[in-house]
């Protein structure tokens, strides 16, 4: 278990109404008496629960909301090879 200082929790919101939510801990590359040598780890996924129960906790929490719209599809025609 992560101090609440070195942990984060992360909820991305996109337009589409869908929600993912993260974690990030912070580690080192080196030693903790280096600072340059200490990061963000990648995003690993959690689940809401966890998000919330966090939160509750007192952990810090972020929200992102993303702007990026939906992709468009583009219909391809149907070939047929005979």
Known sequence: MHSKNTVKYICECYPSGNKYYYKQELITHDSWNNPKSINW????P???RTYKN???EGFKTEVHYSTK???IVIPLKNVNKS
């Open 41 to 44: 780890s990648s995003p690993r």
């Open 46 to 48: 959690i689940s809401e």
């Open 54 to 56: 966090r939160k509750t």
């Open 69 to 71: 719209l939906p992709a």
